[in-house]
């Protein structure tokens, strides 16, 4: 699952993103805020002259639990794997969040770093040696899903499939370039075409995770497993319109927060009606 996020979500070049991501040791995991990261080594790819390895840069994940509540993987859970790397009952953690395939990597690695491409091996019952081919690894993960078994992803075919489910979830450039890291008319240029025009000229990756991962968020709100957010459900319709379409872009937190202040607002007029009337 990593790879396949890495290489089809994230959006990794085959040739240097997933060789920097697989001797990447620094990991950052805060499953209370939903999101995790692993850093590159050596920051951002593809730079060349004075800019070569100045640009720190890491591949976000985010918890893809269904309605936005984790089920977290517990330390119990962690060692209940048989030699060949299977559980050895039906798991009651999601296997479907990218946070609890970290988690549960860093669980069996107490004294040492785990990789994010690590293989698991018998003898040990551990993960330890990289896969060699994450592509390879990336697209037999795909097949289990039953996605194209027959016909395997292009390697190089990972930074255009973010392309396509950027320009799907109506992402900003300001977003998307959180994850890409390109300018806007390279990134327009080479991978999608419809992104509109934005003056966004930052160059360095957001070091606050909720920027960073709010094209993430949106992905995960079109896919239907954002939290839905806690307001009445009697609103008006362009306001309930409003409201889906904040939670598809997965801000239900600011929604959550507006309707609050909103309330709030409402209550200070009418204290200030009832003084006015006294």
């Excluded at 990261?37 to 840069?57: C, F, H, M, V």
């Excluded at 985010?62 to 039906?90: I, S």
């Excluded at 994450?134 to 078994?149: E, R, T, Y």
């Excluded at 000229?201 to 094209?215: F, L, M, Y």
Aim: hydrophobic share 35%; proline share 7%; net charge neutral.
């Amino acid at each position: 699952m990593l790879a396949a996020w890495c290489l089809f979500v994230w959006g990794c070049r085959p040739d240097c993103d997933l060789d920097s991501l697989k001797k990447a040791i620094t990991h950052i995991i805060k499953v209370n805020e939903g999101w995790a990261a692993t850093a590159y080594i050596n920051g951002r790819n593809k730079l060349s002259g004075k800019q070569k390895n100045s640009r720190p840069w890491n591949a976000f994940f985010v918890c893809t639990c269904p309605n936005g509540n984790h089920n977290a993987v517990t330390e119990a859970d962690a060692w209940n794997f048989t030699r060949l790397g299977n559980p050895t009952q039906p798991p009651r953690w999601c296997t479907e969040c990218p946070l609890n395939c970290l988690k549960l990597k860093e669980m069996r690695s107490p004294s040492e770093p785990f990789h994010l491409f690590s293989k698991w091996t018998g003898t040990p019952r551990n993960w330890a040696s990289n896969h060699g081919d994450v592509v390879a690894l990336a697209n037999s993960f795909m097949a289990a899903q039953g996605i194209h078994p027959e016909r395997p992803f292009d390697g190089n075919g990972g930074r255009k499939c973010m392309a396509m489910w950027l320009d799907q979830t109506d992402a900003p450039y300001p977003e998307g370039f959180e994850v890409h890291g390109d300018r806007w008319d390279v990134f327009q240029a080479h991978y999608q075409p419809n992104l509109p025009w934005h003056p966004f000229k930052r160059r360095t990756q957001s070091t606050v995770a909720t920027i960073a991962t709010a094209a993430l968020r949106r992905l995960v709100g079109s896919l239907g497993r954002a939290k839905r957010a806690a307001v009445p459900t009697d609103l008006e319709f362009p306001v309930m319109l409003q409201v889906a379409q904040m939670q598809q872009a997965g801000q239900s937190a600011l929604v959550e927060q507006t309707w609050r202040e909103y309330q709030h607002r409402l209550q200070e007029q009418e204290l200030d009606d009832e003084e006015t009337e006294l």
